[in-house]
């Protein structure tokens, strides 16, 4: 009787199989022919399999036996056998360009609903995400601001920029000599360093290329005072990429010590183009004022082997360097073994409780 169970189970396995394939075939949605079969196969499947007394059809069975071959399809009506989760698009709409932040991707939150909200560069007003845009382009009308052109919305971008290095430029002003007796009015030293800089670092530029005589005649023909404040030496440059970077850091620090929420922390290791191993650190939480914020806070190149033992360290010497330990919030991070073995040799060194959650 044994042999009949497996036949029949079989059986109504590959009647299912030819019946799923017919239905993902039929693009007319019309009734099919063969609905009514496929009720009995899962009847069969859902009353009648179940219930048989496998006790009764061997003694050596005392649970109800499986086939290595074709595994029992579970049938459910009420939800399909697996789900999709949703996936985040990017913001295109052009109102998001005209938040505080120059990013579009930017995501702000009300501090008493904890809802995300859109806010205005231009004044204090905030509006809802959840009811669409149009009240948003509604009220950016009130600043003469209506949808642009591609090159309209560049020419902004670009004034967002300037605007952004002036301010920078205005909280951290440095003392400098003229390179020649040009009075160089024409430019201010401290934003052509902040915009130099952001070129050369966006661009993978050479710090050599301001030595190149080519590069230095097109910026001067752009404007004569280039040469009273561009220095001439690579390694003037490098100290130019360095101040920035602490300028900056020193930013990150004070908007973690104002986060409202825990610190939560994403890392990967990949190789740079020119093969070099790289551990990435990405810092995730909210600011005072409900912005939600993704900051870089270290690309390391890791030496040895990419053990957790050797991973941990690193991790740890970029937290207490930050001076976060205290509000550490979770780690975000794949599958791969060495991760495991990395937040295991964290929680010996540190304070750290190990929580593993997976999704």
Known sequence: MLYYYYLLRNACVL????????????????KSPWSPLHRLVQLIFTWVLPSVNYAMLSQDFSSRPSSPELPAPAFSSASPPCSTLPVKRPRTTW?????????????????????????????????????????????????????????????????ASIQNAMDIARENPQKRRRLNE????????????????????????????????????????????????????HNTVRDWVVRQYEAQKAKIKASLKRSTTR????????????????LGIVAHFITGDGELRH????????????????????????????????????????NASNNDTMMNHLSTRTCITIIWVQS
Not at 305 to 325: M, W
Request: glycine share 4%; aromatic share 10%; proline share 5%.
């Open 15 to 30: 009647v299912l199989f030819s019946l799923r394939e017919t239905r993902l075939n039929n693009i007319t949605h019309q």
């Open 263 to 278: 610190i939560h922390i994403s890392c990967d290791l990949w190789s740079s183009p020119n093969s070099l191993a790289i």
């Open 95 to 159: 109102v998001w360009n005209h938040m505080p932040d120059p990013d579009p991707q930017t995501q702000y939150f009300n501090k008493n609903t904890g809802k995300p909200e859109w806010r205005c560069r231009y004044c204090t007003r905030r509006y809802a995400t959840t009811g669409g845009t149009r009240a948003i382009m509604e009220h950016l009308k009130t600043h003469n601001i209506e949808e642009n052109s591609t090159r309209e919305t560049r020419a902004i971008n670009q004034q």
């Open 182 to 233: 040009s009075q160089g009015e024409s430019m201010d030293p401290d934003q052509l360093e902040i915009l130099y800089v952001r070129w050369v670092s966006a661009c993978s530029v050479s710090f050599r290329m301001v030595e190149c005589p080519e590069f230095r005649a097109l910026l001067f023909y752009i404007n004569k005072d280039i040469d009273t404040w561009l220095p001439g030496s």
């Open 295 to 334: 900051v870089v806070l270290a690309l390391r190149e890791i030496d040895g082997a990419h053990t957790g033992e050797n991973l941990s360290p690193v991790i740890l010497d970029v937290i207490v360097d930050y001076g976060f330990e205290s509000n550490l919030g979770f780690f975000m991070m794949d």
